[in-house]
T-cell receptor, first 115, second 109 residues
């Protein structure tokens, strides 16, 4: 399967600041990447679908101006949490979608804590 | 609407067999996936079924019945390291994954 990395693996930031999370597909050219959020003991929640060279598609209820996604190349997508608040503290995970049968491979995740 | 149902939690004994069931309703169907997620970690891919029947992969097997909208993950010879959440996900006609809430599997010695 595809190898996906995320950076940083964990970050602590102050309320009101912005945080950028990088997702890299190390051995696979990904035209589509996904960003998920997972709160403790809850299921994965899809935030947005990131398409290389075009605007991301956001799920209902996810603020596109707060969660900025840039899919600049076939191997890199970034998620920027702007003006972070404590309720944004969560586990953020990216994934890449392989070609058929379209399984998704996940990065190791980034744990964000906003104080 | 689209929906994935699976039990919230199951308990089994080391060395035993456990079956985790999943029922799904998706708009169109392009396959059923199972993922394993250990606490604090990202999910890892376990299996994919698109045709009816049983797919075996070592100690893990996955079954699909499209007519019943039903799948199960079978884990044999359970080991303590199998304690994790198991996520069932159906792929809809747009190739989007619809996720279940996960089944937390607790293995007891």
């Amino acid at each position: 399967g595809a190898v996906v990395s995320q950076h940083p693996s964990w970050v602590i930031c102050k309320s009101g600041t912005s945080v950028k999370i990088e997702c890299r597909s190390l051995d696979f050219q990904a035209t589509t990447m996904f960003w998920y959020r997972q709160f403790p003991k809850q299921s994965l929640m899809l935030m947005a679908t990131s398409n290389e060279g075009s605007k991301a598609t956001y799920e209902q209820g996810v603020e596109k101006d707060k969660f900025l996604i840039n899919h600049a190349s076939l191997t890199l997508s970034t998620l920027t949490v702007t003006s972070a608040h404590p309720e944004d503290s969560s586990f953020y995970i990216c994934s890449v979608r392989a070609s058929e049968p379209y399984e998704q491979y996940f990065g190791p995740g980034t744990r964000l804590t906003v104080t | 609407g689209q929906n994935i149902d699976q039990p919230t939690e199951m308990t089994a004994t080391e060395g035993a067999i456990v079956q985790i069931n999943c029922t799904y309703q998706t708009s169109g169907f392009n396959g059923l996936f199972w993922y394993q997620q250990h606490a604090g970690e990202a999910p890892t891919f376990l299996s994919y079924n698109v045709l009816d029947g049983l797919e075996e992969k070592g100690r893990f097997s996955s079954f699909l019945s499209r007519s019943k909208g039903y799948s199960y993950l079978l884990l044999k010879e359970l080991q303590m390291k199998d304690s994790a959440s198991y996520l069932c996900a159906g792929m809809d006609s747009n190739y989007q994954l619809i996720w279940g809430a996960g089944t937390k599997l607790i293995i007891k010695p």
